[in-house]
């Protein structure tokens, strides 16, 4: 098993930056792909950002590319979330995701942290 904690979460205005942070622990050599993803009042859980296992490959969602980078220290088994830019669409529960090596699911989630810009 794998258990992810996020942190770094809070009210900011818009414009300003937050950096996320999310602690891996567990059977972490299982890990392959980390991401972020996000979920706002009364939507679905959306897709932010995702890394590769060795932090080579970076994807991200249209609303948040140039805005946000995602990054990993497996020296530290965590992985990062930059924000700058923010804007009130921004706002949600963000929520960390691992997935095991040689599957194709994120089976492993943290219990999210609130991100919450106003104008």
């Known amino acids: 098993q794998v258990q992810l904690v996020e942190s770094g979460g809070g009210s900011v205005q818009a414009g300003d930056s937050l950096r996320l942070s999310c602690a891996a622990s567990?059977?972490?050599?299982?890990?392959?792909?980390m991401a972020w993803f996000r979920q706002a009042p009364g939507k679905e859980r959306d897709f932010v950002a995702r890394?590769?296992?060795?932090?080579?490959?970076?994807y991200y969602a249209d609303s948040v590319k140039g805005r946000f980078t995602i990054s990993r220290d497996n020296a530290k088994n965590g992985v990062y979330l930059e924000m700058n830019s923010l804007k009130p669409e921004d706002t949600a529960v963000y929520y960390c995701?691992?997935?095991?090596?040689?599957?194709?699911?994120?089976?492993?989630w943290g219990q999210g942290t609130q991100v919450t810009v106003s104008s």
């Open positions: 890394i590769s296992v060795n932090g080579g490959e970076t």
């Open positions: 995701a691992a997935r095991p090596i040689a599957t194709d699911r994120f089976n492993y």
């Open positions: 567990g059977r972490t050599f299982s890990i392959d792909t």
